[in-house]
């Protein structure tokens, strides 16, 4: 099993649509990244949680770390968000550690 | 002020070459990451190299290498390649490896090995 899966791995959505990703972790971490990859093309940061609730713009980024659980939530969606988009996990050592990534493809 | 940039964006090689790639961290940070990302997986831990010491390494072969400059700038070496190493290579930096959360990312090296 790997240290932290995502759900869905692919979704895909029309414009308009309210999105939800979800990310689950086994290991104890300080901290849950959220990433962006479009198609052939870097890593981009979309947020760092380590509790509670983050929003940037049509973005929010939500962590339960009783469950280790989070959510990354996109509103009102735009064929601009088609991306991967990949949870990734900090702990107190040095590394941080991936997901497989969710294919997200949002149709005008 | 500049990003992570890495150099050359794209690359091409042989079974059994040797490859190096270059990673300029942003200004003021100390601490460089590597990562490699195969077609359709998640990025996997190489290396991290802080204040030019290697202070992590994941589980990869010692064809595997890298170091880290003065100027905080890194590279990697990948020697005797194989088919499989074929991947987008990714650096990140961050002011110091304890601070996880302002981990920046390079555009990547995608290398081809034919």
């Known amino acids: 099993k790997n240290e932290v899966e995502q759900s869905p791995q692919n979704l895909t959505a029309q414009e308009g649509e309210f999105i939800t990703i979800n990310c689950s972790y086994s290991?104890?971490?300080?901290?849950l990244h959220w990433l962006q990859q479009h198609p052939g093309g870097g890593i981009v940061s979309l947020f760092m949680l380590s509790s509670g609730k983050k929003k940037h713009g049509r973005l929010i980024a939500t962590i339960n770390i009783q469950e280790k659980h989070s959510s990354l939530h996109i509103t009102a969606s735009h064929p601009r968000d088609s991306a991967v988009y990949i949870c990734a996990v900090g702990g107190s050592n040095y590394k941080l550690t991936f997901g497989k990534g969710t294919l997200l493809t949002v149709n005008p | 002020d500049a990003g992570v940039t890495q150099s050359p964006t794209h690359l091409i090689k042989t079974r059994g070459q040797q490859v190096t790639l270059r990673c300029s961290p942003i200004?003021?940070?100390?601490?460089v990451s590597w990562y490699q990302q195969v077609l359709g997986q998640g990025p996997q831990f190489i290396f991290q190299?802080?204040?030019?010491?290697?202070?992590g390494r994941g589980n990869f072969p010692d064809r595997f290498s890298a170091r880290q400059f003065p100027n905080y700038s890194s590279e990697l070496n990948v020697n005797a390649l194989l088919l499989g190493d074929s991947a987008l290579y990714l650096c990140a930096s961050s002011f110091s490896p304890g601070r996880l959360g302002e981990q920046y990312f390079g555009p990547g090296t995608r290398l081809t090995v034919t």
């Open positions: 290991v104890g971490i300080s901290a």
């Open positions: 190299y802080y204040e030019k010491e290697e202070r």
């Open positions: 200004s003021g940070h100390k601490s």
